[in-house]
């Protein structure tokens, strides 16, 4: 294998750990409550938004910055589960669909009004690492170790918690969860919270690697979909392994055929998954 | 006891609706047609991925506008002295908006002369409606060739056209290293930017040059590693680009993956004095451009190519352009200043504004200016191709004192000091 081919692999695994993280907001909602979060590509932009103001006015490291992010991200959700989607929670899927796509259009109209289409950078760099004839840019290697630490906070977050354990038992049957006590609503909101928190890190994770507009997030939520098939709808763990393969096929396949056609393979493998294994590679949550 | 009926809260809401409906039927009011005033219409990409090259276009144009005005506006053959002002819309750099906007510049705002927007995919659709409603319109951002080889007959373009955009890049190639041949290309895949690397393909390969990689990628585009990854290892030089935003990641993309450092040409953003926020990712960068403050049109130079001299020189527009927007002109800048100073010329020429009369004078135009010389082809079937103007090429270099400067390095005879190559 030639340096640039395994250089290539290697930066589609460290993008895919960010993919991976995107798609696990999308997936924990979907897992939890069963709905379709299309307002998640506009959280991520949001999130690079807020990531960029907080650099840009307060001064803060981007890296220190995404914890403000992460509230922001988390406020945002609680925020739109309470008045988007609560209401309609045990309607059928098309309305959960249709409300949160007419959050997505609300919050890039108002983007588009206040910061415009116009590309944004954060005017941050780090230092390249050099392995050989490999090349890792900082900000790439800093985001998927970033990308990681979510993943396993999450995972111990739902796997070693209380409130972990509750938001898994809503997640497993809300009825019987709420026969021993646990406030499902409450949880069901802490959950669309964490998705969305985890959809504005994702978006800060990118804004210090590429430049943005408050349309970029549109991009990444299909990427998101991609990922959650993948890994299969409702794992958050399956959703960091989906981001890898998506990663790994968006820096492979140039190497075989026009770039143009990475797309192309990522949504028949897409299909075909969906097909042949509805639950994901990885296995979706049952 | 009165016999009117009440005035109910609901009657006064409905009135005030009736009152907001009809207004908004109602046409926006147009400004009072005034023969002495020449109202210019435009798009500018005041948001959007074009913003920072279409804001430098408006500003030379703006620069223009007031100068003119200033000495008095231009005096027709019937001793009319007319003045000038623009009207534009923000197209958000997206050309589904262009012709919506250009009717009406023409229809409500009276436009009787058209600029184009920056751009050729959005001077093209602008294009349509200058010849549908007969206004000339100057192409100030615009190099596509295909624009012109349409049948248009009021377009005329002010930029050196598309398909002489990079050659110049591979006769630097060769002069500089006799020995290089492999030439990897990645571009944005709009029109100018496809134009310009087509014909810029053709001729490399018609100069012995081998290209390794020719990629395209999509507008908009923000992660290059899959493209870069397809520049194979010891490629003598890497081409292409598109516009500043996408140009400024592209480049810092190659330098953080240690890629393109013998030999970089990039398109428009290279040439952007903000290019130089690049840091050290811009160092050694060369980048095609339509004119830069080094360049030494004078009159001297008019005279010896035996055209007109026309406009201030450089120095001037150079001074006024900072003091009044506080930075350096770009080409942009320069571009927009020149469409004004074309139009002036035409209209000196002309001694009328009227269509017919502006198009038989710039027909006839061939001078030089500070931006360089302007003439046109008047063949049917390419009417409006820019034919005398000519690219120099920039590179970023540090100078004594460490700094980021661009130097003319190509053409030979106008350079202002030599390649740096390898650039890293």
Not at chain 1, 30 to 41: A, F, K, Q, S, T
Not at chain 2, 156 to 161: H, K, R, S, W
Not at chain 2, 289 to 313: F, I, K, M, N, T
């Amino acid at each position: 294998m030639s340096p640039e081919f395994i250089s290539s692999l290697c930066d589609g695994i460290l993008m895919g750990c960010v993919y991976g993280v995107a798609a696990m907001g999308l997936t924990l909602i979907w897992g939890v409550m069963r709905v379709v979060n299309l307002g998640h590509g506009a959280i991520m932009a949001l999130g690079m938004f807020a990531l960029s103001l907080l650099v840009a006015h307060l001064g803060l490291n981007p890296y220190l910055a995404l914890a403000g992010v992460a509230l922001l991200g988390f406020v945002c959700g609680v925020g739109m589960y309470w008045t988007a989607v609560h209401r309609l929670i045990d309607a059928p899927y098309l309305s959960t669909l249709l409300s949160t796509f007419a959050v997505n259009m609300m919050l890039i109209g108002m983007g588009t009004a206040v910061f415009t289409t116009t590309p944004r950078n954060i005017d941050f760099a780090m230092r390249t690492v050099r392995i050989g004839a490999l090349a890792f840019p900082g900000t790439r290697l800093a985001a998927a170790a970033i990308a990681v630490l979510v993943t396993a906070g999450l995972h111990l977050f739902l796997h070693r918690s209380r409130t972990g354990a509750a938001i898994r038992a809503v997640a497993s049957n809300r009825a019987a969860a709420e026969l021993m006590g646990i406030p499902s609503a409450r949880m069901l909101s802490l959950s669309f919270g964490i998705g969305a928190m985890l959809a504005a890190v994702a978006g800060g994770l990118i804004a210090t690697i590429f430049p943005f507009t408050i349309l970029s997030g549109e991009s990444y939520q299909m990427r998101s979909f991609v990922v959650c098939v993948l890994g299969g709808l409702g794992n958050p763990l399956g959703a960091l392994a989906g981001g890898i393969v998506l990663g790994l096929l968006e820096g492979g396949i140039p190497f075989f055929m026009p770039v143009s056609w990475v797309p192309v393979i990522e949504f028949a493998i897409f299909v075909l998954v969906l097909m042949v294994r509805p639950t994901g590679l990885f296995g979706g949550e049952r | 006891m009165s016999s009117h009926p009440a005035f109910t809260p609901r009657a006064a809401l409905l009135l005030a609706g009736l009152a907001v409906v009809s207004a908004g039927c109602g046409r926006a009011p147009s400004p009072a047609a005034d023969a002495s005033r020449v109202v210019i219409g435009f798009t500018a990409s005041q948001t959007g991925k074009l913003n920072i090259e279409s804001a430098r276009q408006v500003n030379g144009l703006t620069l223009w506008i007031d100068e003119v005005n200033r000495g008095g506006g231009v005096t027709l053959a019937d001793g009319t002295a007319v003045t000038f002002a623009a009207r534009y819309y923000d197209d958000e750099s997206n050309k589904d908006r262009i012709q919506e906007l250009y009717t009406r510049l023409v229809g409500d705002d009276r436009a009787r002369i058209l600029i184009s927007p920056y751009s050729s995919g959005l001077a093209d659709a602008a294009a349509v409606i200058a010849e549908q409603y007969d206004r000339i319109m100057i192409t100030a951002g615009a190099a596509s060739d295909s624009t012109h080889r349409k049948g248009c007959r009021l377009v005329y373009q002010v930029y050196t056209p598309a398909s002489r955009y990079l050659t110049g890049a591979f006769d630097l190639l060769r002069a500089l290293d006799p020995k290089a041949s492999r030439v990897a290309i990645v571009h944005e895949k709009d029109k100018f930017s496809s134009d310009v690397c087509d014909a810029a393909k053709s001729y490399g390969e018609t100069r012995g040059f081998r290209i390794a990689a020719f990629e395209g990628y999509d507008s908009g585009t923000t992660d290059f590693a899959p493209f870069i990854g397809t520049i194979p290892r010891g490629a003598d030089a890497v081409m292409g680009g598109g516009h500043f935003a996408d140009g400024c990641t592209f480049a810092r993309q190659l330098f953080e993956k240690g890629a393109g450092g013998k030999f970089t040409a990039l398109l428009v953003a290279a040439a952007e004095p903000k290019f130089a926020a690049l840091g050290e990712a811009a160092r050694g960068v060369i980048g095609p451009s339509q004119w830069e403050p080094l360049c030494a049109y004078s009159p001297e130079s008019a005279r010896l190519a035996g055209v007109d001299w026309y406009g201030p020189p450089a120095a001037k527009f150079i001074e006024a352009y900072r003091k009044r927007f506080g930075e350096e002109p770009s080409y942009h800048s320069a571009g927009g200043y020149a469409a004004g100073l074309l139009i002036q010329r035409g209209i000196e020429k002309a001694g009328r504004v009227e269509t017919a009369a502006l198009k038989s004078a710039l027909d006839g135009i061939d001078m030089l200016t500070f931006f360089g010389r302007i003439a046109f082809d008047v063949r049917p079937d390419s009417h409006g191709l820019q034919i005398g103007h000519e690219m120099v090429y920039i590179q970023w270099q540090r100078n004594a004192a460490g700094a980021l400067v661009r130097q003319v390095v190509w053409p030979e005879e106008g350079r202002s000091a030599p390649a740096i190559y390898p650039a890293r």
